[in-house]
């Protein structure tokens, strides 16, 4: 039932030795599991102080560690723990409660544990059974049963998320929307955190660019294609060198200073600022709105890397704008106003919050550049920006980027976890470093401040967040099929592909299922893919030059002509409709 009095109850059909074990397990003998099983366990003996200070230092088995979930890990020794005898006995339980499940249906009242739920009760018990961990753990058992009627929060967190895992509560599950949809694969000779965006994937991320290059330009961005790679020299000037070393891919020794050594680029900003270096620049240049669709690599730690959400190569709306300081609040409040929009636009602006992030002067990593006085008065200048803007923000102390403050918005998945998805950020310190000086007024050498920002974050975890939050049903505008064509006979899958031609010439994502399949199965397939529409074809509609669309959501829309439909679905699409 979900609870260890459940568990118990499935032991205690079972005879004296394992009923004895159980009674361990059940009421307030649970919450003292160690003495309660010497004191009514005959074959148990004292605790041993050795094998008390080996059990509680000996990690916990993957198994264990990860299966049980965040909320059933063990935290410290609440007892003392049992002797080797007294570990075979939780042992034997262990194994007939497995060999019980074995034998149990899959919907076995009243119980009623999943099957899909046997082997992680299989790799508990054995953890158990082969003394890997303490007895503690016998205590999570309880954790195994499946509730039979989930609180509706819970059914909703069933939704399978983009990133890979199909979450019930807290526990993961098998079962991978991004994958099933087939917009990514992962491949282990390829290595981790490097996906493989498949032709829809590609797409949807293909769409979202060219909508953000356009949009930019629009606000006057001039778009700049910079090189992947680059000499320590660069990194070393933006400070990335001595900060961020950890965190970037080297291509030769970083020590061996006789010798070139290249790294990958984790950033843009060193990159684009030899774009306003190119000549001499007078106070009438700016501000200089640069923006890129730049890759970027970042050797994240092995376990904090899954699915699209967090990868070692990443694409990002990426920009930087060169400005004077009179220009900074208004150009500040344009790079919000077009986050703000890009996000509202795709459908997670409502989920997001702001973080107004900021330095650690106690910082023990020696992790930000500049002095106190710089980082009082850029954090005192966006504290006042945030304010006149009426940005309602939280603190992040330590959450700052090296050379300036930022503002974070950060967005909250289905599961209550943040991540951020867009940063604002404002620099006067590495403008110093690049000597990128500009003639003001009155001829004199000025420094300008610099805004690092993006428009949508990383496209990869930006297309895993909408799979997850429109659960695989894309908006029109983005879905990477917009109209499938679903002929009745194959003698309309001519007329078909014609109508088809005329929808791909005005700009759709249009296909044709050509299969020998009943109309119900094609239907259904479209449907199981989450395309948007879906035209059925008969002979009827040929003869009278029409089509009968059916929305995923809608259902019939009715018979209308071809180009009755091509106006709704141009209407949908300019819109950018969340249908």
């Not at 094998?51 to 000996?58: G, I, P």
């Not at 609040?329 to 702001?354: I, M, N, R, S, W």
């Not at 119900?520 to 030059?545: S, T």
Request: aromatic share 8%; hydrophobic share 35%; with cysteine.
């Amino acid at each position: 039932h979900g609870s260890r009095d459940g568990v118990c109850d499935l032991i205690l059909r079972h005879p004296p030795p394992v009923a004895a074990g159980a009674v361990a397990l059940a009421g307030e003998g649970a919450a003292r599991l160690p003495c309660a099983v010497a004191e009514r366990v005959p074959a148990l003996g004292p605790p041993e102080k050795s094998t008390r200070e080996r059990a509680f230092r000996r990690r916990l088995p993957h198994s264990l560690e990860v299966l049980l979930g965040p909320k059933t890990r063990l935290r410290g020794p609440p007892e003392p723990v049992c002797d080797q005898r007294g570990m075979r006995a939780l042992g034997d339980v262990a194994f007939r409660f497995r060999h019980h499940v074995d034998r149990m249906p899959v919907h076995d009242a009243p119980t009623r544990l999943a099957g899909h739920e046997r082997p992680r009760v299989h790799r508990v018990a054995h953890d158990l059974l082969h003394l890997r961990a303490g007895p503690a753990a016998a205590l999570r058992l309880g954790a195994l049963a499946v509730p039979v009627q989930p609180e509706p929060a819970v059914r909703h967190a069933r939704r399978l998320d983009a990133v890979g895992v199909e979450r019930r509560g807290d526990e993961p599950r098998v079962g991978k929307l991004g994958r099933e949809l087939e917009y990514f694969t992962t491949v282990d000779c390829i290595g981790q955190g490097l996906p493989v965006l498949l032709p829809k994937g590609a797409r949807v991320v293909q769409v979202l660019q060219r909508w953000v290059e356009d949009t930019e330009q629009k606000r006057g961005y001039l778009l700049t294609k910079t090189p992947l790679m680059a000499k320590r020299d660069l990194y070393k000037i933006s400070g990335h060198w001595d900060h961020y070393l950890d965190g970037m891919f080297i291509l030769g020794d970083p020590y061996d200073e006789t010798k070139e050594c290249f790294a990958l680029r984790p950033m843009t900003c060193p990159f684009q600022y030899q774009v306003y270096l190119n000549r001499q620049r007078s106070y009438r240049d700016l501000p200089m709105r640069l923006g890129e669709t730049s890759t970027l690599f970042r050797n994240e730690d092995s376990g904090e890397m899954h699915g699209l959400i967090r990868v070692r190569q990443f694409t990002i709306s990426e920009g930087h704008l060169v400005l004077r300081p009179d220009q900074l609040e208004e150009e500040f409040k344009g790079c919000l106003d077009l986050a703000k929009y890009c996000l509202g636009t795709v459908g997670l602006l409502d989920k997001c919050t702001f973080r107004f992030s900021q330095w650690d002067p106690a910082n023990p990593n020696n992790k930000y550049e500049g002095t106190k006085e710089q980082w009082d008065h850029a954090q005192s200048v966006m504290e006042r920006i945030l304010k006149d803007l009426d940005v309602d923000y939280t603190v992040g102390i330590d959450e700052a980027a090296f050379y300036g403050p930022k503002l974070d918005i950060q967005y909250k998945n289905v599961y209550g976890k943040e991540d951020t998805l867009v940063t604002i950020q404002i620099d006067m310190l590495l403008a110093e470093r690049f000597g990128m000086y500009y003639i003001d007024e009155n001829g004199e050498k000025k420094l300008p401040y610099i805004i690092h920002r993006t428009s949508l974050g990383c496209y990869e975890r930006t297309l895993a967040y909408l799979i997850e939050e429109y659960a695989g049903a894309l908006p029109t505008w983005m879905a990477p099929e917009q109209v499938r064509f679903l002929p009745v006979t194959d003698r309309a899958a001519d007329y078909c592909a014609e109508q088809a031609k005329k929808l791909e010439d005005m700009g759709f994502r249009v296909e044709v299922d050509y299969r020998n399949e009943k109309i119900g199965r094609k239907i259904r397939d479209a449907q199981m893919e989450k395309v948007p529409y879906m035209l059925v074809v008969g002979d009827r509609d040929m003869e009278n030059g029409t089509v009968s669309p059916r929305h995923r959501a809608d259902g019939d829309l009715g018979a209308m002509s071809m180009d009755e439909f091509s106006a709704l679905l141009k209407q949908v699409v300019d819109n950018k409709e969340k249908k």
